[in-house]
């Protein structure tokens, strides 16, 4: 194994323990209490569309400083997970089962891997990264829109649309 897959297995550690550690504690209830469970539902519906942009765009030429900026600058609704998903859990429109599917990090569920696929994109096409791996970067872009799409399907079927 060389240095390399050493520190993107590290890295990647890293991300699933710390930076989910890191939202979760960092959270704005305040938001998200205030957060009408329809437009949480929308900004989960939109994140879920930039995360295929950023596939279509960037991914196809290797765009590596394109995809970073995108995910930081861009991406608000991604970058907005948490707010819009905590706004959802904490509604009367999910039944207690799907509240449980859907989970936090702190109580796994389909949920805690879109934040750990998301985490791990982000810390691949990290500039620190000096080589980043189109495989990896693809898998981590379907994780984390085949995750999104599981919460989607989830609330859709407690009647969101």
Not at 1 to 30: D, E, K
Not at 43 to 48: G, N
Not at 60 to 85: F, H
Request: proline residues 2%.
């Amino acid at each position: 194994m060389t240095g390399n897959n050493i520190s993107r297995r590290r890295a990647l550690l890293l991300t699933t323990i710390a930076l989910p550690s890191f939202w979760a504690s960092h959270a704005r209830p305040s938001f998200a209490a205030k957060l009408r469970p329809d437009d949480a539902y929308a900004s989960l519906v939109k994140a879920r569309q930039e995360l295929q942009v950023a596939s279509d765009r960037y991914l196809p030429k290797k765009d590596w400083e394109g995809l970073r900026t995108y995910l930081t600058d861009e991406a608000v609704n991604m970058n907005n997970y948490d707010v819009s998903a905590q706004a959802l859990l904490e509604s009367k429109r999910l039944d207690a089962e799907s509240k449980k599917d859907i989970g936090t990090i702190r109580r796994y569920g389909v949920g805690a891997d879109v934040i750990i696929m998301y985490g791990g994109l982000k810390n691949e096409v990290d500039e620190g990264n000096e080589s980043v791996s189109y495989a990896e970067v693809g898998k981590f872009l379907r994780g984390a829109s085949q995750s999104l799409e599981e919460v989607l399907a989830i609330c859709r079927s407690n009647g969101f649309n």
